[in-house]
């Protein structure tokens, strides 16, 4: 509490009661102004700023209780404590004043002058408690919040620390398929262009830009299994050899295999492991079949046979794009997944 004195304003019809109430709180130093027509209080109040109000109940003209409403509701007043003084010791009114006018105590006259002083001050003690209280909560709330700000802040940071490492990693796993596929002529290129066919299908498909986002890593890596392959296999004119075409058909697990550590790229391992299997399980290496094989996978292995078909090779010139378009159509239902043939016939 401060240390000015506190100033009571007293309001009452009865003019005795008035005196007797500002004779006792001026000897326990309190400032008192009191108001004995109830339609004054409201003018009183207002210029005597009071640190607590007395309030009789019966009154002429205007109640106690109106009085009350008229306080409660003015911003200025709502928090000032407000002490019922009456002789009708009524458990309803009291209840009234508690809960609907928020009034902080409830006094019956007659009343011993120590008594009245008393719970003055409890009230007062009480209101700076309550103030108090209300302050710590809203300071607290407000820590969180800025704790809560802060720690998105470094979250945000932190999962853009994540991104940047794996869009590095992503680089020069890029870099490398690229450099793996500009070894040989009829392939470069290829990575690159089969992540662009996909890319296309997916979108006609109405993938999410994640899906679409991983369907396009993954079809930019998905022969960086080939690494580990003499290059002269694979430009050689002319067939492999059954030995030379095992080393091959062991690329999409080597692929996966080069990719297991890095555990972000969950979806395009499928696509890198699977994307030499077919829809009637006769691919590899796993022979997975149908919907075992999983959407993204099924859509790089349209893209990819695609532009196999539509570049030259070591042992055949390039296919005519409407030949490979008939070769995919055929496949349909065989080698791919049909849903993806028939979103591939659509864009093509
Ligand atoms: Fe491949």
Redesign the pocket.
């Given at each position: 509490m401060s240390e000015r004195p506190i100033k009571v304003l007293a309001i009452d019809d009865d003019k005795l009661i008035l005196k007797l109430i500002k004779t006792i709180l001026v000897n326990h130093n309190f400032v008192v102004e009191t108001v004995f027509d109830p339609l004054d209080a409201y003018s009183s109040a207002l210029v005597f700023e009071p640190d607590i109000i007395t309030i009789d109940l019966m009154m002429p003209e205007l109640s106690g209780w109106e009085l009350c409403d008229i306080f409660r509701r003015d911003p200025k007043f709502k928090k000032v404590p407000i002490v019922i003084l009456t002789a009708k010791d009524d458990k309803q009114e009291r209840e009234v004043a508690r809960y609907l006018f928020k009034v902080n105590d409830y006094i019956v006259k007659p009343f011993e002058a120590e008594e009245l002083v008393k719970r003055l001050n409890f009230a007062l003690i009480r209101r700076d408690s309550l103030e108090k209280q209300e302050k710590d909560f809203f300071e607290t709330i407000q820590v969180i919040g800025s704790l809560a700000e802060e720690l998105k802040i470094k979250n945000e940071s932190l999962e853009r620390q994540i991104r940047l490492r794996e869009e590095t990693i992503i680089n020069i796993m890029k870099s490398l398929t690229i450099a793996l596929d500009a070894k040989d002529p009829y392939t470069k290129g290829h990575s690159e262009r089969v992540a662009d066919y996909s890319e296309l299908i997916g979108k006609e498909m109405g993938l999410s830009s994640n899906e679409l986002l991983k369907l396009k890593r993954g079809a930019i890596l998905?022969?960086i299994?080939?690494i580990i392959i003499d290059i002269s296999y694979i430009s050689k004119p002319g067939p492999l050899t059954p030995e030379e075409f095992q080393i091959m058909m062991s690329?999409?697990s080597v692929g996966a295999k080069i990719l297991e550590p890095l555990d972000f790229l969950d979806e395009e391992i499928f696509i890198v492991e699977r994307?030499?299997e077919s829809w009637d399980g006769s691919g590899y290496p796993k022979g997975l079949r149908e919907d075992e094989i999983g959407l993204l996978p099924s859509i790089v292995s349209v893209a990819?046979v695609f532009d196999a078909l539509t570049s030259d090779r070591s042992y055949r010139k390039a296919w005519p794009k409407e030949d490979a378009i008939e070769e995919i159509k055929r496949l349909r239902g065989k080698k791919f997944n049909p849903i993806v043939v028939d979103i591939f016939l659509r864009i093509f």
């Open positions: 998905h022969d299994g080939k690329h999409p994307h030499h990819d």
